[in-house]
């Protein structure tokens, strides 16, 4: 439950997708490829994401740890199913 509370967060599904190709961008790259986050929002989700040992800093910039990289491929095959998803209705 921690992690779907942690995942539900704005903006924390999108942070982690856009670090998905390793390209380790500074905090105002990692800004820009949000779109419309704010810095404090950023700040706070890469500060909770790090906490969880989903994300880290390195000199370069910001990038998935190991886990955080195991956690994008199980929500890439979530991915998947929901795409053939059909909800009743």
């Known amino acids: 439950?921690?992690?779907l509370d942690l995942l539900g967060r704005r903006w924390a599904l999108r942070v982690l997708?856009?670090?998905r190709d390793g390209a380790a961008p500074t905090f105002r790259e990692l800004q820009q490829q949000c779109g419309g986050i704010s810095s404090s929002v950023l700040a706070d989700r890469l500060r909770e994401l790090g906490e969880a040992d989903l994300v880290e800093h390195a000199d370069a910039?910001?990038?998935l740890?190991?886990?955080g990289k195991s956690l994008l491929k199980t929500l890439t095959r979530l991915d998947a199913w929901a795409?053939?998803?059909r909800p009743k209705g």
């Open 17 to 19: 997708w856009e670090l």
């Open 1 to 3: 439950m921690a992690l």
């Open 83 to 85: 795409s053939g998803w």
């Open 65 to 67: 740890t190991a886990q």
């Open 61 to 63: 910039g910001y990038g």
